[in-house]
Structure formats: C-alpha cells, structure tokens
C-alpha cells in the first residue's frame, strides 16, 4: 500500500487530506509540526508527502530540506493558501526548493489524488 505522509498544523486540513487520501486507497501518516514530519518521515518512509508551507515551528521549505538530506529525491507537493498575486513566485520558491509540484489552498479531491499521482509516477 502506498504510504503518504500529510504535514499540515491544522487538524481540519489534515482530516481532509486523509479522507481524500485514505478514500483513494492510500495510507494516510499524520504529522502536526515539522519536526514530527522529519521523524516520521526518518522512520516511516513514506511514498510521498504532502507539505503544509507555513507550519508553526519551521516553515514547509525548512522541512523540504530536511527531508532532501534523508533522502535526495522526496516526493513532496507543497501546499499553501496564496493569493493569484502570489501564487507564480510561492511555486517557484517551492520548485527551487525541490518540491515536486504544489498545491493551492483551498484545492479540490481531484487536485490532491492527480498531484499524488503525479509524483508518484515521476
């Protein structure tokens, strides 16, 4: 079963993204903060992550990094509420950052399951 790893503060947004994850077959791991994530992700080794960018202790970049010196190539989608001013230049930092794609909140099922699948068949 195809783990994913869901990195959000918000337990709201976490229980969407498990309903739409675990609805679609997926193994949903839960992560409140960025320094859980970087443990779960050390001893779960999930098949992709879904990254919330703004998080309370370290921001989503913070985290991205991390997880790039665990392992070079994660598959992560970044995820943050952005304005369409903001949006171009918040993708690009999280694709510089070696996020392999992002997700704009608020987003549809359908954008969540066809942004996993993408990463995981990159």
Do not use: W
């Not at 869901?6 to 337990?11: H, Q």
């Not at 443990?39 to 997880?67: Q, T």
């Not at 369409?84 to 930092?93: D, F, G, P, W």
């Amino acid at each position: 079963m195809v783990k994913v790893l869901v990195v959000d503060d918000s337990s709201m947004m976490c229980l969407l993204l498990r309903r739409i994850l675990v609805a679609r077959g997926y193994q949903v791991i839960e992560a409140r903060d960025g320094a859980t994530a970087v443990r779960h992700y050390e001893s779960e080794r999930p098949d992709a992550v879904v990254l919330d960018l703004n998080l309370e202790d370290i921001s989503g970049i913070e985290v991205l990094e991390r997880l790039r010196q665990i392992d070079g190539a994660p598959r992560v989608i970044l995820a943050s509420a952005t304005s369409a001013e903001t949006e171009a230049t918040v993708r690009a930092r999280c694709q510089a950052a070696g996020a392999r794609a992002f997700l704009n909140k608020p987003f549809a099922a359908e954008q969540v399951a066809g942004a996993i699948a993408a990463v995981l068949a990159a």
